[in-house]
């Protein structure tokens, strides 16, 4: 767990908005060639027979991680790949959906899934993947763009509500230009985030 309150500030908008579910189906839309893409949360008591799904497992002491389930019913996870610090509680969900997204598409697979690489001197690296992958889907399209930054807006009104860690007290003031720079922070500070 990431002991530093303005890093832990600056990455929980990401760690959010990778696991919404909506935005994971669309993507899956977007760039996948599965059909009977699914999006579910199952304890891990429950697992069989998944195929085809992003998952978050929970266990009996209600601590999840998002895998992903590709179309032989093999589960590929970060903390078994080694491509995450395992216990570490940030972009599970981005590790899931470059999984899916490589089983799926080859010009993504090549783009970022094949730029992970296992071990505890690749954990930066995978951070930085895990960026420009964000990058390259707030550049994709204007609609997805705009779509996304009203997600991040919502995100942050829900942790300022909650008294939660939060990137600004104006969420209007979220824009590209700011979620640029988050993107940045992320990528000069992956060395510490990823120990």
């Not at 990401?14 to 009977?36: D, H, R, W």
């Not at 807006?153 to 007290?169: A, F």
């Amino acid at each position: 767990m990431i002991k530093n309150k303005l890093i832990t500030q600056n990455i929980q908008w990401l760690i959010s908005l990778g696991g919404t579910v909506e935005l994971m189906q669309i993507i899956a839309e977007l760039f996948s060639f599965t059909k009977q893409f699914v999006i579910m949360n199952i304890n891990e008591s429950k697992i069989n027979n998944i195929k085809s799904s992003i998952v978050f497992v929970e266990n009996d002491k209600n601590i999840g991680h998002w895998v992903y389930y590709d179309n032989n019913g093999i589960m590929n996870n970060s903390y078994y790949f080694d491509h995450q610090k395992n216990g570490s509680e940030h972009f599970c969900q981005t590790y899931a959906i470059l999984y899916m997204l490589g089983h799926n598409n080859v010009y993504m697979k090549k783009k970022f899934t094949d730029k992970l690489n296992p071990g505890i001197n690749n954990y930066s690296n995978n951070i930085k993947v895990v960026v420009s992958f964000w990058r390259y889907m707030f550049n994709f399209s204007k609609p997805l763009k705009e779509w996304m930054i009203n997600e991040v807006k919502s995100i942050n009104n829900y942790d300022i509500k909650h008294n939660y860690l939060h990137i600004t007290n104006d969420s209007e003031k979220i824009d590209k230009k700011r979620i640029n720079e988050l993107l940045r922070y992320i990528y000069i500070n992956s060395d510490e985030i990823s120990r």
